[in-house]
C-alpha cells in the first residue's frame, strides 16, 4: 500500500471512531465495553450455559485480568452474576441476567437493525474488507510496539 493511501486508511480509522462516539447514549455507568461483553456472553450462551471468564477472554482475544474487572463491574450493575462451580469454588461461572439481556435487545438487536436498513447500499462483501482491512492494520500496528 502506498503511503498516501495509508495516510487515508489512517484518516478513516480516526473517522471510525468518531462514528462509535455517535451511538446511542447508555445508562449511567454502562459502557460500549460492557454492551460487547454482553452481546459476547450472549453468543457463547447459545452454545453452553457454563460460560467462565476464560470463555469471555478466549471469545474476545483479550488477557483474563482485564475480563475479570469488566465482569465484575457488570456484576456491580446488575447486568451479570456470577456463581462458583458447585465442584471447585475457585471456578466461576457468568450468567447475563434481565437488565442485561434487556441492554442487548436494545443496543445490539434493535438499533444495528434499525441501522441496517439505513446501510442497504453496502454489500456484505465491501464490509468484510472493510473488517479484514482493519484486522489486518490491527496486527501490524499492535506489532510495532
Known amino acids: ?85 458447585k465442584t471447585d469454588g475457585r471456578v466461576v461461572f457468568i450468567k447475563i441476567i434481565a437488565s442485561g439481556k434487556d441492554l442487548v435487545d436494545k443496543y445490539v438487536d434493535q438499533y444495528f437493525g434499525e441501522l441496517s436498513a439505513e446501510l442497504d447500499d453496502i454489500s456484505d462483501a465491501d464490509a468484510d474488507n472493510m473488517i479484514e482491512t482493519i484486522e489486518k492494520l490491527y496486527e501490524v500496528m499492535k506489532g510495532r510496539k
Open 1 to 85: 500500500m502506498q503511503r498516501d493511501k495509508i495516510k487515508k486508511v489512517m484518516d478513516a480509522c480516526y473517522l471510525a471512531k468518531r462514528v462509535r462516539a455517535l451511538l446511542p447514549k447508555l445508562p449511567n455507568g454502562v459502557t460500549s465495553t460492557h454492551i460487547h461483553y454482553l452481546d459476547t456472553i450472549r453468543k457463547l450462551e447459545l452454545k453452553t450455559t457454563n460460560i467462565k471468564v476464560s470463555d469471555i477472554s478466549d471469545e474476545l482475544g483479550l488477557p483474563r485480568p482485564g475480563v475479570t474487572k469488566i465482569t465484575k463491574d457488570m456484576e456491580k450493575l446488575g447486568l451479570v452474576e456470577k456463581k462458583a462451580a
